[in-house]
């Protein structure tokens, strides 16, 4: 099983840099993938902040990349949850944050988007101090 970075999946997703893009393409069909929430974070912010793209076609290539054969992801449920609440409206970081949050049972926030959003899609309680 190998890890890749957030530059290998940018690569695959976008084909920008056609050498790279090749490559990263070989190494996912090649090998066993192992995906860390971190660097699914992060994808999302590259691809959205740097490349334009849409939160909602992110949040549809990133759970693509879930479903591959070959692929294991940190925390997969979290993941799969997040990436949901993220193709319904809700920002993939902030979901995220939430889904890992879970056990706790509530969450605090000074981010009022961030509770708006919870409460709007039933994720769990989430309260400003």
């Not at 993939?92 to 009022?112: E, I, M, P, W």
């Amino acid at each position: 099983m190998i890890a890749v970075d957030t530059n290998v999946i940018v690569r695959l997703l976008t084909g920008d840099d056609p050498k790279q893009s090749k490559r990263a393409l070989a190494l996912f069909e090649q090998e066993t993938i192992f995906l860390p929430k971190t660097v699914m974070l992060e994808t999302d912010w590259v691809l959205r902040r740097l490349y334009g793209f849409l939160a909602k076609d992110v949040a549809e290539a990133l759970s693509s990349l879930l479903a591959l054969p070959n692929t294991h992801c940190e925390d997969i449920g979290a993941l799969s949850e997040a990436l949901d609440w993220a193709r319904k409206g809700m920002d993939f970081a902030d979901a995220l944050h939430l889904s890992a949050s879970r056990r706790a049972g509530k969450f605090a926030t000074f981010d009022v988007r961030l509770a708006r959003n919870a409460r709007k899609h039933a994720v769990m309680d989430v309260l400003i101090p």
